[in-house]
């Protein structure tokens, strides 16, 4: 469906306190699981930062997606950052089952080992961060999972790739300029 | 501190399922809460859509914060949004308690009566989300609210106006173009 060959990225650790800088500003993500030999790939728009030390991170998946099952039987997931120009991939992953294709095949994405998680990193994408299941408290009720990141590799890149974020309706917005209002801050909220 | 006038938004009602399309792009907010005759306004990046229905919404809400007593004792609060044009009020925000000022007035900010919430909304904001404590199981261990959106109100604009993601060091990414890509998606997934 895809043949399309997409920029594959080579990363590098960062510390996991500092994945707020690629989390907080809201992106679509692409979350990679795997259990029992089965890999799955969603997109995800429903996520926050919750702590930095722990780095906690808190994922809404619903309990209908395939990857549900091997996110709660693996106990981990690898939350990846994909750069806009793969809008037509996030949309398609979102729009697929895991249980019906191989969605790596499928959209032209590379899967790659990660260091701490059974699921693979996306080579497509430009941000890795590899969580366990820390509190699964909120998992029945809400399909929420409150995740502890317990690695990250970043492209190091002179100028950070646009972002997707969604807006419903099949709309999304892509990142614009930045602004550093760092001057503003009091040093000890920053 | 802060005599700038800014623009006052009217708002109108919106289905409270439909707050996915402000919130889910991952815009800073401003968190109103009340209780006793006390108020005050948070900075906020840490939230997540949880639920169309009911409408969920978690929010990670510091204890340290002097809104998470008022937001505890009241049980709920308003979440508006401001639009890019607010930064310095955001950033002045994010970095002074309500413990010690009152912040409507510092930051120029006007408040204006919610529908079913004690706290008041922001007129300078355009949207205004009301909501109240619907699950804190986890908010003594993560100072993690569930709440359920009651009541929305926003600005009818034909351009809807640039929001700001805190990207952390000081540094805010302004929300840029936005793209429609809903002939790709399957017309159950919209």
Redesign the interface.
């Known amino acids: 469906m895809n043949t399309h060959r997409h920029r594959r990225f080579a990363k590098s650790p960062l510390p996991v306190h ?1 994945v ?2 690629y989390l ?4 679509v993500v692409l979350v990679t699981s795997a259990h029992g030999g089965a890999t799955n790939i969603m997109t995800l ?7 930095f030390t722990p780095s ?1 991170v ?3 998946i619903s309990a209908g997606n395939h990857s549900f099952d091997l996110i709660r039987r693996s106990g981990g997931c690898v939350i990846n950052l994909p750069p806009a120009s793969l ?2 991939a996030v ?2 992953i ?2 697929t089952s895991g249980a019906a294709i191989d969605k790596f095949r499928t959209f032209g994405l590379t899967p790659t080992s990660s260091t701490e998680i059974e699921a693979p990193a996306i080579a497509e994408c430009f941000a890795s961060i590899e969580c366990r299941i820390s ?1 699964d ?2 998992v029945d ?2 399909n ?1 999972f ?1 995740f502890e990141v317990v690695a990250a590799h970043v492209a190091t890149l002179r100028r950070r790739p ?1 972002t997707l ?22 040093p000890r ?2």
Do not use: Q
Request: charged share 25%; aromatic share 8%; proline share 4%.
């Open positions: 500092l707020r800088r907080e500003p809201g992106p728009g429903w996520h926050t930062v919750m702590e906690l808190g994922c809404m809008i037509d949309v398609g979102g729009n509190d408290r909120l009720s809400h929420f409150v646009a974020h969604y807006t419903g309706d099949g709309v999304f917005m892509i990142s614009g300029r930045r602004i550093d209002k760092s001057a503003l801050f009091d909220m920053l």
